[in-house]
């Protein structure tokens, strides 16, 4: 009975210790192998941004297009996605990238940039 018992809480500590191992690997791998994009929102007239398009590459090197809301916050940083390259970007009216194209740019996210994890992009 105490062998299965340390043999279960054995199998249960290696399990977590592998899923904590999986889930931090995205954020440290990628401070160095890209970064997040920080939305700064210059750009109210007539129409503040309630979301913003983005599209490049990831970085694992897939080229990927994520919609973030913005919520119309002048800073709002695009959670959850790491870019590396060029990205294009564009800003929209409505929730879900929806309406009217306001202002579609290009930016420039280095692999790397020492202490900072993130870009500033401006819409």
């Excluded at 503040?48 to 990831?58: D, E, I, K, R």
């Excluded at 996605?81 to 420039?108: D, E, H, K």
Aim: one cysteine or more.
């Amino acid at each position: 009975m105490i062998t299965r018992k340390k043999i279960l809480t054995a199998a249960a500590a290696v399990g977590m210790a592998f899923t904590c191992l999986l889930s931090g690997a995205g954020s440290a791998a990628a401070g160095t192998n890209g970064q997040k994009l920080y939305f700064h929102q210059v750009y109210s007239q007539p129409h503040a941004t309630y979301s913003v398009l983005v599209q490049g590459y990831n970085e694992q090197g897939r080229w990927v297009t994520g919609c973030f809301n913005t919520e119309g916050a002048e800073w709002k940083t695009l959670d959850g996605w790491w870019w590396v390259g060029q990205v294009a970007y564009s800003t929209y009216p409505f929730y879900n990238c929806q309406g009217t194209r306001i202002y579609s740019n290009t930016a420039q996210v280095p692999k790397d940039q020492g202490s900072q994890d993130w870009v500033v992009i401006q819409g």
